[in-house]
């Protein structure tokens, strides 16, 4: 007897992007985890931006090997608090969000949740929106990388900026939420599911 083609499970709806939530972006020292030397921070209530900070941190080594793409170097940041108190002055922008965006989203989940248990701080509990999956389900964007969706977008970015990229990512829900918001959805059956999403 032959099997019945499943069907395709219709694309989920997007999430509730007019209630708060935080835009965040890491960049690092080193290829751990845990080497947050920036930080990025951008709040946003009724589709509007209404906080933000940035932050160097003091990476726990004072090898700093990604100085070519961000620009940060260890004199710059040998003094800056490490990220335990770092955290401590941006947590208040979390209060009430309903979910975390980011660019990448695993990269800067994977950050957070390192750098949070080297420090014996709590992770927030909440989900990650990723902005990359975003702009490709909203419309159907290929590439999707920060500087190609700001470009689409008209949204100004100073590249591998915490603030900067923060603010964008930020700035890309906001435009995805518009219903005039510019280009095509994604098909119905777009391979940006739920969960790719929701990372």
Known sequence: MPSTPRRKKPPAPLPPFDRPFVAIDFETADHGADSACAVGVVRVENLKVVAREAILIRPPRPRILFTHVHGITWPMVKDSPVFRDAWARVTHLLDGATFLAAHNAPFDRGVLTACCT?????????????????????????????????RRLGIGLIHHDAGSDAEACARIVIAAAAPE???PSAPPNSEVSRNRLFD
């Not at 927030?124 to 590439?143: G, I, N």
């Open 181 to 183: 918001s510019a280009g």
């Open 118 to 150: 080297a420090h014996g701080v709590a992770s927030p509990a909440l989900p990650f929106v990723c902005t990359v999956q975003l702009a490709r389900r909203r419309w159907a964007m290929k590439p999707a990388n920060l500087p190609a969706v700001c």
